[in-house]
């Protein structure tokens, strides 16, 4: 069983789908606890499964550094398998990448090495492109720069907005976490053969 710590930032829509899928005795996956760097509405998501939460804001720190070593003891004892950025909105510094990787997967919606970084969708749209998507990448030192397992197209619609466009971008983020999940608990995905941090 692939025991997973998930991080997140905002309403969780991504944890919720890995969630319910761990639900499920079939699958080869346990979430151990959800983490965020601030109260996030998704939090909620873990609470009614039953999953531990616990949240590390970077302004109580002087620095990114102590921030990320105390976000990395309230991983490090859990010990899991994966650490899963779902929606994760913070740069983590080297000192926590080189402490996991290369067990720390990011969800991103572009498909990158298109459209890197936090607006990802809305530069998109304004890219002119007609299609865009999502990836499952290894998290390396740089923003949104480590080695993609798993990217899935989403076509532009004329009259697509961030919005509407990040709603279809989800449904696939979702599904394509979970199965990439699942191909990692499987042996299906070797993380060390993505490991862009060696």
Request: aromatic residues 6%.
């Amino acid at each position: 069983m692939l025991s997973i710590v998930t991080l997140i930032s905002g309403s969780g829509s991504n944890l919720l789908s890995l969630l319910k899928a761990c639900d499920n005795p079939l699958y080869p996956a346990t979430v151990l606890a959800v983490g965020s760097d601030k109260d996030a509405a998704g939090l909620m998501h873990a609470e009614e499964f039953g999953v531990s939460t616990f949240v590390v804001e970077p302004d109580k720190f002087d620095s990114r550094q102590d921030w990320a070593e105390v976000l990395a003891s309230n991983i490090n004892h859990l010990k899991p398998d994966l650490i899963v950025l779902a929606g994760f909105m913070k740069i983590l510094p080297g000192l926590f990448i080189d402490r996991f990787s290369p067990k720390i997967i990011n969800l991103h919606p572009s498909l990158l090495p298109n459209f890197p970084g936090a607006h990802a969708v809305r530069d998109a749209l304004k890219s002119g492109e007609k299609v865009t998507g999502c990836s499952v990448h290894v998290v390396d030192a740089g923003v949104d720069t480590g080695p993609v397992i798993e990217s899935r197209q989403v076509e532009i619609h004329p009259d697509d907005d961030e919005q509407s466009l990040h709603e279809r971008i989800k449904v696939q983020e979702q599904m394509m976490l979970v199965g990439v999940v699942r191909n990692i608990a499987e042996g299906k995905i070797n993380l060390e053969e993505f490991d862009g941090n060696r």
